[in-house]
């Protein structure tokens, strides 16, 4: 992690806490593991479950997604790298709701969790526009090399796309470059950022289409009410 915080970037919470519960229930692959120890794995995951659970961002008192960091203390979302703020992350939100809805069975405030994120990822979702790439004179940046730029086009009948980033209040997307300045638009970004960091992607796309309408059959109806 690149800050001191509960981090979600790049699967580091979720994927401990995968770990964790299959270290406490999986006999097969963890059986050599003493009974004590996998005790303790299992309340460190049902801690880690509460901790992501306290962590969802709430927008005017209802519930959306997960930031990229949240404090420990506080839960709420903090600043990871400069180009990374402290706003609500599609990419990162996706794969705590995979990990939420793995949950069997869940409890009501895990079932509220994810249909309130599932309701916010399917809201920002953005219609008639494709990111392409386009050959581009080759630049040696600190961190990478790139021959290529990247564009919005507009397009009908584009699948829909989301931005890694948005804005808290008016759901648009926000971008930053690495001096810590956000912008609103992905052209007003450097062409190191636009190359070097996923700013748009179909992250969601599979979880609201196939995921969870499939999730949502198998879970009791009272559940939801």
């Not at 004179?137 to 919005?152: G, K, L, M, S």
């Not at 970004?189 to 289409?209: F, I, K, S």
Request: some cysteine.
């Amino acid at each position: 992690s690149d800050v001191d915080a509960i981090t979600f970037n790049d699967q580091v919470m979720v994927g401990v806490l995968r770990t964790l519960r299959q270290v406490s229930g999986d006999d097969n692959l963890y059986g050599f593991v003493s009974g004590k120890r996998r005790g303790s794995a299992r309340k460190a995951y049902e801690r880690g479950i509460a901790c992501i659970l306290k962590c969802q961002i709430r927008v005017n008192g209802q519930l959306a997604v997960w930031a990229q960091q949240h404090d420990h203390a506080t839960f709420l979302p903090v600043a990871g790298r400069h180009y990374e703020f402290p706003f609500p992350a599609s990419l990162e939100s996706v794969e705590i709701v995979r990990l939420l809805m793995e949950i069997v069975p869940p409890d009501r405030q895990v079932v509220q969790a994810i249909e309130a994120a599932v309701r916010w990822l399917d809201t920002v979702k953005i219609e008639g526009l494709r990111i392409r790439e386009i050959p581009c004179e080759p630049a040696q940046f600190p961190y990478h090399w790139t021959n290529i730029d990247r564009i919005e086009v507009r397009e009908q009948g584009a699948p829909p796309i989301w931005a890694r980033f948005y804005d808290l209040k008016s759901k648009e997307p926000v971008f930053a470059n690495r001096e810590k300045q956000t912008v609103r638009r992905y052209r007003d970004l450097t062409r190191e950022r636009r190359t070097g960091y996923q700013w748009y992607g179909y992250w969601p796309a599979r979880l609201l289409g196939q995921e969870y309408p499939a999730w949502r059959m198998k879970i009791n109806p009272a559940t939801f009410k």
